[in-house]
T-cell receptor
Framework: QKEVEQNSGPLSVPEGAIASLNCTYS??????FFWYRQYSGKSPELIMS????GDKEDGRFTAQLNKASQYVSLLIRDSQPSDSATYLC????????????FGTGTRLTIIP | DADVTQTPRNRITKTGKRIMLECSQT?????MYWYRQDPGLGLRLIYY???????NKGEISDGYSVSRQAQAKFSLSLESAIPNQTALYFC???????????????FGPGTRLTVL
């Protein structure tokens, strides 16, 4: 089982709709969770971080964390064409030396 | 100016050549990381360093070496490049003081390396 799993997509969403991206992780001891956005050929950009159960909102983005289910999601409201990118889920897996483990990413396309 | 810079941005080389990729940061962060990204495999950690005297292997360190010349500089070397090291390479930084154990990482622009 992969440590961090995401649906590879591609996920297509009409402009103005809600895009929902999902991520599961295997290490129950994980403490920190991140969503990165990566445009084609560019570097990952941190857009959301979440550390406790529940929802965290930042503008059109909402991150949701459920540690009991080992599940983290990202909702993008009022999707815009500029949101078309690959979204990477990352989990801080602390095995004595802190490091991030990344999922392989979900490619999102917003259809005008 | 960018907070994390990488040089070169693109490099084409031949099998067996020695290659060095450089990363510099002005963020004042203590932790630095090297990743490679391949289609379908995501980001994989090569090496990481928590301070100048601390170097740690990641999940795919074979064929690579690193040097932390200063807090702001972390270089990655391929001693004898091979074609399956063709990938996109990213440097990242984080700050233990401000992010605590949360390990928010910030990425440089990347180096596209092609080994023929």
């Amino acid at each position: 089982q992969k440590e961090v799993e995401q649906n590879s997509g591609p996920l297509s969403v009409p402009e103005g709709a809600i895009a929902s991206l999902n991520c599961t992780y295997s290490d129950r001891g994980s403490q920190s969770f991140f969503w990165y956005r990566q445009y084609s050929g560019k570097s990952p950009e941190l857009i959301m971080s979440i550390y406790s159960n529940g929802d965290k909102e930042d503008g059109r983005f909402t991150a949701q964390l459920n540690k009991a289910s080992q599940y983290v999601s990202l909702l993008i409201r009022d999707s815009q064409p500029s949101d078309s990118a690959t979204y990477l889920c990352a989990v801080n897996t602390n095995f004595g030396n802190e490091k991030l483990t990344f999922g392989t990413g979900t490619r999102l396309t917003i259809i005008p | 100016d960018a907070d994390v810079t990488q040089t070169p941005r693109n490099r084409i080389t031949k099998t067996g050549k020695r290659i060095m990729l450089e990363c510099s940061q002005t963020k004042g962060h203590d932790r630095m990381y090297w990743y490679r990204q391949d289609p379908g495999l995501g980001l994989r950690l090569i090496y990481y360093s928590f301070d100048v005297k601390d170097i740690n292997k990641g999940e795919i360190s074979d064929g690579y070496s690193v040097s932390r010349q200063a807090q702001a500089k972390f270089s990655l070397s391929l001693e004898s490049a091979i074609p399956n090291q063709t990938a996109l390479y990213f440097c990242a930084t984080s700050d233990a003081a401000t992010s605590g154990g949360n390990n928010e990482q910030f990425f440089g622009p990347g180096t596209r390396l092609t080994v023929l």
